[in-house]
């Protein structure tokens, strides 16, 4: 399992590429802050959230994390 840091570094390293939501919805996101705000929603995720999926990782589906801001 990864720490949140290097978590947070990986999304920064990723910002502005073209992912996959498991629907296969295609999305971008920017890192502002604290704060990651992707292309399909108009709400921004701090990155708080991600801190508390971590320990939920690896995912085989969303059901873990319904209770987190952008689950999908």
Same mark, same amino acid.
């Given at each position: 399992?990864?720490? /949140?840091?290097?978590?947070?570094?990986?999304?920064?390293?990723?910002?502005?590429?073209?992912?996959?939501?498991?629907?296969?919805? /295609?999305?971008?996101?920017?890192?502002?802050?604290?704060?990651?705000?992707?292309?399909?929603?108009?709400?921004?995720?701090?990155?708080?959230?991600?801190?508390? /999926?971590? $320990?939920?990782?690896?995912? /085989?589906?969303?059901? $873990?994390?319904?209770?987190?801001?952008?689950?999908?």
């Amino acid at each position: 399992m990864i720490d /949140a840091e290097t978590l947070w570094n990986r999304i920064e390293a990723h910002e502005g590429q073209v992912l996959h939501q498991i629907r296969r919805q /295609a999305f971008t996101y920017e890192v502002r802050s604290s704060t990651v705000w992707p292309s399909t929603l108009a709400v921004g995720i701090g990155r708080s959230q991600f801190e508390q /999926a971590l $320990p939920l990782l690896p995912l /085989a589906n969303t059901v $873990p994390v319904h209770g987190l801001r952008g689950p999908s």
